[in-house]
């Protein structure tokens, strides 16, 4: 059994320094007050069991609090408190170094929550280290100097979570949809180097990716593209194309038809069309940014979106060898293809693409064989986000998601035109449901009065948020506020309008609804009594944001947020404080958003049926998912499913496994096990490797893909899913 020192390295537990620190404290009172051996014995085999009953290395603070309340438990009150005084002079002893610690700790790879804590960031690489160690004093500065306190302490306790606070120092934003046409168009800047309008697709390929990165390296949150912007460059290559070849054939002599000159024409141009989506894929995936890892880039493919049928007959050419590409995915070390995490990829069910005769269901079927082997795409329903994004016109909508699930409100601009691109999220602030509802003990006055209180908690965290980008200037982040791919500022010009308005959003995020509603009735959000008080939840947590928004012309938005890390430490936090109750406290992660819990026995369709209620009332993003088994040989069954998900719900995924084991080269699912410690790890079932560096595994952990493994609360989510169809 293991325990996490401060420090956040794993160690051995070992019950002897339990006895000795209790000895100690025993042995500062009088004779007739002290325990007896036999009592310091027993205290240290129930601390023991309680680690053990919960399954999860505890931290050294958790263990702590277990033993003062054995010793008050025992009567040996005098004892209790002068253990509780040598604690805090220990915690102020150790304040000034806690964060050089944790630095060393990272460096010398011992921090196993570092490790675990983002399942695309290879915490041994450099690049990745030097961000980790920025991060620390980040937070440091951010807990000490520029939060206020009652913010900090509900972090701690996981009563709310203040996300990315290892950026917070510095005046940057979450995430955005990065406005690539008109930085295509209209020419940018990189690097201080003027970069004109591309004159060809493969050209506006590369300068592309040279935009994710350097967009990449100037916030903390996912961008998304639309390959719409990279459309128009197919025609530009097409005519470039089609002179190059009637040139040639004036040298050589022939005299070719048109029919054959066009055959040259479109064969050259998709070969063209192939290597910049190449140059796309391979470069984001082989990118590192300065935070250490691939950028988080999402991308979009929604055929309506384009300008003409021309230029939609264009996209289409892009959209299939894209997901061609990625359905073949790219090479590992030793030359074997695998699922790579990035780019994600989301595609639009909409009306000529949806059904069997439609002009393009030959994209769909392609998009069921890639879902079915690589797990993306995922997949928006035109006919449902224009129901649910209305804007003020009242007009539908239907646009991309930054990142892997946060949704911008509809805008107009000044011309009342819909604007998404160049559109940003300031951040988020999520508050643990859960809490609340253990907290209220079943009492439904009392959850809605400790519900207030913790929206006002919220409301000032992420007022924080909004104050710390106040006042940036567009210095800050050239490629983002002065060069396109955002807005087109002057120097020295601040973003401060852009924070306003609707422009922009701040989201409230909310987790653990599921739990929360089992908490306070005992029922299931697939039961009627639970379903009405989940959305009753729902409601009450959009009426909070709306009223924000109406006193401070601040876009506030509910967000499902795609908890990672931080599921497990509201899991800790949880069972620290009301220890192990069942079917809310009893295992080592909390649900994302409103999802029905990954053990719930439960078909597909019923599933996404009974989740689309929920993320209609999650206008600041959200997605569902459905869990199923290897589809390569029932790609019917795919396509059924996003049939379904184009008639009932906004945006899904469907979730299987692609893994490989380096060590034998078996292509099947890496199972769960626990070993001696009951430390969750991951194993190859035909030859038993359980090196995670000697395997590759892909996971989908909060709407994207995982690939460097996950701490041990998500990877017990992970092991419990059931399948949904």
Known sequence: MNIIKRSGAQVLYEGDKIKTAISKANMTVPENERLSSAYIDAI????????????????VEEIQDMVESEIMKHGAFNVARNYIKYRYIRSLARKANTTDKRILSLIDCQNEEVKQENANKNPTVNSVQRDYMAGEVSRDITDRILLPQDIVQAHKEGIIHFHDSDYYAQRMHNCDLVNLEDMLQNGTVISETKIEK????????????????????????????????????????????????????????????EEQITTIVERRLREEISRGVQTIQYQVVTLMTTNGQAPFVTVFMYLNEAKNEQEKKDLALIIEQV???????????????????????????????????????????????????????????????????????????????????????????????????????????????VDIGLSAKGNMNEFWKIFDERMELCHKALQCRHERLTGTTSDAAPILWQHGALLRLKKGETIDKYLHGGYSTLSLGYAGLWECVMAL???KLTEPEGEKLGLDIMKKLNEYTAKWKAAENIDYSLYGTPLESTTYKFAKCLQSKFGIVEGVTDKNYITN??????????????????????????????????????????L???????????????????????????????????????????????????????DQAKMNVARRTCGYIGTQYWNQGRTQEIKERVLHL
């Open 521 to 523: 009735n005992g029922k």
């Open 593 to 634: 958003s409103y999802h029905i819990h990954v053990t719930e026995e439960i078909d597909a369709f019923e599933k996404l049926r009974i989740e689309s209620k929920f993320q209609a009332l999650s206008p600041g993003g959200a997605i569902s998912y459905v869990e199923v088994p290897n589809m390569q040989d029932n």
């Open 323 to 433: 997901l061609l590409q990625r359905y073949q995915g790219v090479k590992n070390e030793d030359g074997v293809w695998v699922t790579p995490a990035f780019p994600k990829l989301i595609y639009v069910l909409e009306e000529d693409n949806i059904k069997e005769g439609t002009p393009y269901f030959y994209l769909t079927k392609l998009a069921a064989k890639c879902t079915a082997k690589r797990m993306v795409p995922d997949y928006i329903s035109e006919k449902i986000m224009l129901q649910n994004k209305i804007d003020k016109n009242g007009n539908g909508n239907c646009y991309t998601c930054m990142g892997c699930r946060s949704f911008l409100t509809p805008y107009l601009d000044e011309e009342g035109k819909p604007k998404y691109y160049g559109r940003f999220n300031q951040g988020v602030v999520t508050v643990n449901l």
């Open 198 to 257: 591309p004159h060809s697709f493969s050209t506006a390929c590369n300068i592309a990716t040279q935009i994710i990165a350097q967009v990449a390296s100037n916030q903390y949150g996912g961008q998304s593209i639309s390959l719409t912007h990279l459309a128009p460059f197919v025609q530009i290559s097409r005519e470039k194309i089609r002179k190059g070849v009637l040139e040639e054939n004036e040298v050589v002599g022939i005299k070719a038809t």
């Open 636 to 690: 019917d069954a795919v396509i059924a499913v996003m049939q379904f998900i184009y008639d009932n719900i906004m945006y899904a995924e469907l979730n299987t496994k692609s893994d490989y084991c380096q060590e034998c080269g078996y292509d099947g699912e890496i199972l769960i096990e626990s070993d001696e410690n009951n430390k969750l790890i991951w194993k190859c079932p035909k030859c038993g490797n359980t």
């Open 44 to 59: 240290e085999s129930h601390v023991r069991g309680e680690c053990e009953k919960l399954g999860r290395a505890l931290g």
